[in-house]
């Protein structure tokens, strides 16, 4: 689950009608390993019979096996980053001289450009080649993590949360784009992901519990400079293990789609962020809301008429794509919002400090990460969608479970049991969500369909915690009694905190409900088109 303080089987795509002649492939850029014939092939000898080498436990390669250490170890780094320095802020703060009414900038410096220009880069991507703007991300991390541990002034130090935020934006969809296509549609896709959705929850709460170690016993600075070691061994081992990645021949970027989906989601996020810092009732928090509506609205109407779109509206409106991100966007915001909440109830109301609190978010954490791990063996059982409903339940009732905490500490023992449940929810919702949403779609699509889940995430981690902030200050606001500290104000604070935990949880309920209308529907109604002889894509 994120944290604040943090496969099917192949789906056939039928050809086009009036599309007999072969399509041109594209070119391999230099410097990019070109990707594996296709087609059948005779095996070599002490090879498999689709001519892969010997595959080892997992039924991975030993390639694919370091492939994959050197992807999941860079998503699993960029997780750890988002929630490492969130414990840490009010030594930042001091440190290098930002107020605690200014804080959330150290937060919004990161959020504005790894949510607002993901789906641009994932699209330059795969234009330039995947693993070329993957290590690109990996040095503009390393370049700004230096300059972060470094800082001594604001203006530094909110420069290289940007430089992160930018560097998130280009590494992490390159880096999904390249793990969704290193492996066929099946099984081992399945298992991959279901590691990748191990180390996202697990990273988000690893970060927490490492930010709060580092700041206690060494310095915040470290919380920027761990990154450094780990970036630069995977960019001097990645060239020669990670796949390149091929670029598109003659791809042209649509430059007026890409400035108005980036402008669009830098003003939304910004109007977020702000109304959840300073209060909703400020005219700039609506302005830049309003403003980032109608320029996303300007962007769908732009890819409907552009010849080569930065976002193929055929690809937009697949229910599985739509589906599986309106699901993981739930997963998301909600997720980190329930951790926020527990956040605020573990600390202010339990009075535990933060070491602690990321040691008691430790047990709900493996749960994330045993769940990302026996993902691909409940996708051979039941469907990606179905995991994905199921995952969105599961999360949902945890919060709802989790409403009925109280001023004692004896509460913990329910906050551990349901946050088990609901962590292990969230990992198979990522999972889910991931599957769901890159099926059945061709190579040259997998970019786009990799930069939207990425961008789903991000947003979706920008987007849950004002919102449900704004309902706890709200509750507190409106009972108006006692100062802080005292028994009264506490009581407001658990009745805001509980407010927020029901909102939280029915959404995620509502959302699964909705989820499973669009996508459970839509597949046995596909089933059985399938079975009368039907080929409409999924």
Do not use: K
């Not at 802020?89 to 959330?104: A, K, N, R």
């Not at 509460?411 to 990522?430: E, K, Q, R, Y």
Request: hydrophobic share 50%; net charge positive.
């Amino acid at each position: 689950m994120t944290d604040t303080t943090a496969a099917s089987d192949p789906v056939a795509v039928p050809a086009q009608a009036g599309r007999g002649t072969a399509q041109p492939r594209p070119q391999t850029h230099p410097g990019d390993a070109a990707d594996p014939p296709r087609g059948p092939s005779r095996a070599a000898p002490g090879s498999s019979a689709d001519g892969r080498p010997p595959v080892g436990p997992g039924g991975f390669t030993g390639r694919e096996r370091l492939g994959l250490l050197l992807l999941l170890g860079t998503q699993f780094m960029l997780a750890v980053d988002f929630s490492i320095l969130n414990v840490a802020l009010p030594s930042i703060g001091s440190g290098v001289g930002i107020s605690e009414g200014h804080l959330q900038w150290i937060v919004t410096a990161f959020a504005l450009p790894s949510a607002g220009f993901t789906l641009l880069f994932a699209r330059v991507a795969d234009i330039a080649g995947r693993r070329r703007m993957f290590l690109a991300g990996l040095a503009l991390l390393i370049v700004a993590s230096l300059v972060g541990g470094l800082a001594t002034t604001p203006a530094v130090l909110l420069a290289a949360r940007v430089g992160q935020g930018m560097a998130a934006a280009i590494a992490t969809p390159a880096a999904l784009s390249l793990l969704v296509t290193m492996f066929p549609e099946g099984p081992t896709r399945q298992r991959a992901l279901g590691l990748n959705g191990a180390l996202l929850p697990a990273g988000f709460t690893v970060g927490a519990l490492i930010g709060g170690l580092l700041t206690e016993f060494l310095s915040w600075r470290w919380s920027f400079l761990l990154n450094v070691p780990i970036a630069v061994a995977i960019l001097v081992t990645a060239p020669r293990i990670v796949p390149g990645g091929r670029g598109e021949r003659g791809g042209r970027l649509d430059v007026p789609g890409a400035l108005t989906v980036t402008a669009g989601l830098v003003a939304f996020i910004y109007g977020i962020s702000t109304g959840g810092e300073d209060g909703w009732g400020r005219p700039v928090v609506w302005i830049t809301l309003v403003l980032g509506a109608a320029l996303l609205v300007a962007f769908w109407r732009i890819e409907a008429t552009s010849s080569h779109p930065l976002a193929s509206l055929a690809v937009l409106r697949r229910r599985t794509v739509a589906g599986a991100n309106a699901g993981g966007f739930v997963i998301f915001a909600m997720g980190s919002s329930l951790v926020f909440l527990l956040t605020l109830y573990l600390q202010q109301l339990l009075g535990y400090s933060a070491l602690t609190t990321g040691l008691i978010f430790g047990l709900p954490g493996a749960a994330a990460f045993t769940a990302g791990l026996v993902a691909p063996r409940i996708l051979s059982r039941i469907s990606p969608p179905t995991a994905l409903v199921a995952a969105l339940l599961l999360q949902g009732s945890s919060a709802a479970a989790l409403a009925f905490v109280d001023l004692g500490r004896s509460s913990l023992t329910l906050v551990l049991i349901a946050s088990v449940i609901g962590f292990f929810g969230h990992a198979l919702g990522i999972v889910g969500y991931l599957v769901t949403g890159t099926t059945g779609l061709p190579d040259d699509e997998q970019g786009l369909a990799t930069g939207l889940a990425t961008m789903t995430q991000q947003v979706a981690l920008t987007v849950g915690i004002p919102v449900v902030s704004a309902i706890v200050n709200a509750v507190v606001t409106a009972d108006g009694t006692g100062s802080p500290g005292t028994a009264a104000a506490d009581g407001a604070m658990l009745d805001g905190i509980r407010i927020a935990l029901c909102a939280d949880g029915a959404a995620t309920v509502v959302a699964g409900l909705v989820v499973a209308v669009v996508l459970l529907g839509r597949t046995a109604r596909s089933a059985a088109g399938a079975g009368a002889g039907a080929g409409s894509p999924v």
